[in-house]
Nanobody, 115 residues
């Protein structure tokens, strides 16, 4: 139905920044109406919602990333973004974008924060 492809991850040192992108294809006519989110899953831990953005748009962040990460969307481009600043080792995870209502996961993009 819908294909979501994440990109932009990489290996960075603590305090550095990354910008993650998610592009949607397939049945995306209603993209602007979807509540979207960035999730992450660290080794040995459950997947968690990092940030979400609705059609309003209403935005929420995981408390541990508040003030450091920024979620945004470009409905014309069918894209979702996450700007990550002041990265910390505990941010290391595979990051996924998805519809809030969806539990079909893509490959994600790896973010590794290490000195």
């Amino acid at each position: 139905q819908v294909q979501l492809v994440e990109s932009g991850g990489g290996l960075v040192q603590p305090g550095e920044s990354l910008k993650l992108s998610c592009t949607a294809s397939g049945n995306t006519a209603a993209f602007a109406a979807w509540a979207m989110g960035w999730y992450r899953q660290a080794p040995g831990k459950q997947r968690e919602l990092v940030a979400s953005i609705t059609a309003r748009p209403a935005i929420k962040y995981l408390s541990s990333v508040e003030g450091r990460f920024t979620i945004s969307r470009d409905n014309a481009k069918k894209a979702l973004y996450l700007d990550l600043h002041n990265l910390k080792p505990e941010d290391t995870a595979v990051y996924y974008c998805n519809r809030i209502a969806d539990r079909n996961w893509g490959q994600g993009t790896q973010v590794t924060v290490s000195s």
